[in-house]
Structures are given as C-alpha cells and as structure tokens.
Nanobody
Framework: QVQLLESGGGLVQAGDSLRLSCAASGRTFSDYHMAWFRQAPGKGREFVAVISPTGRSIDYADSVKGRFTVSRDYAKNTVFLQMRSLKPEDTAVYFC????????????????WGQGTQVTVSS
C-alpha cells in the first residue's frame, strides 16, 4: 500500500505561481512512477506530468509544457509540481498518483491516488 497526501493548492491570479506537494508513505517511494493528473468540473481526469522512479525520465502534457516542472525528493518521499504562468484553464482538482507502469499517461497506469488539492486561477 502507498498513501499519498497532496497539499499546496489555493486561489491565485492568472500569471501567478504555485507549488504542489505530494507526500508518500508506505511502500518504497523510489520504486514508483509518480504522476500528476487534474480534473476540472464536468471533465474527465487529465494527465499533467509524470516522473520516473530514478527521476531521469519526465513527461508533460502539451498544455503545461514549459510552465510546469515535476520533481521528486527521495529523502522526503515527496513529489512536487511547480506551476508557473498559471492560466484560468489550469483551474482543477490536482491529484497525485503512484504506479509501476512506465511513463503512463493513463489513469489506468496508477494504482494509488491522493485525495486531491484544489487549484483555482482567477482571470
């Protein structure tokens, strides 16, 4: 079992930055691909970013590439999502996920999920 707890969401203005954190506990953090997904009201859960167990392989959705940065801290068992130049369309609940499937952009690739943290970007 892996437990995931997101934090860092909030209400910001367009152009602002925000950093989300996801603290993992349970099984070995370094075994898992760690991903971020988001879900806007009335929409499905959308892939945002994923980082490999070693941290050497990273993938981003086109909509966030160049603005968001995913990283992981092995000492703290935490994965981060640094978000810059936020736009109103980034408004969503952001979820952290852990899985063993290599670089998956699908929710089916992840067996463990956090409860989500709300990010709201006003225009």
């Amino acid at each position: 079992q892996v437990q995931l707890l997101e934090s860092g969401g909030g209400l910001v203005q367009a152009g602002d930055s925000l950093r989300l954190s996801c603290a993992a506990s349970g099984r070995t953090f370094s075994d898992y691909h760690m991903a971020w997904f988001r879900q806007a009201p009335g929409k499905g859960r959308e892939f945002v970013a994923v980082i490999s167990p070693t941290g050497r392989s990273i993938d981003y959705a086109d909509s966030v590439k160049g603005r968001f940065t995913v990283s992981r801290d092995y000492a703290k068992n935490t994965v981060f999502l640094q978000m810059r130049s936020l736009k109103p369309e980034d408004t969503a609940v952001y979820f952290c996920a852990a899985g063993l499937s290599m670089g998956s952009r699908s929710t089916r690739g992840y067996g463990y999920w956090g409860q989500g943290t709300q990010v709201t970007v006003s225009s």
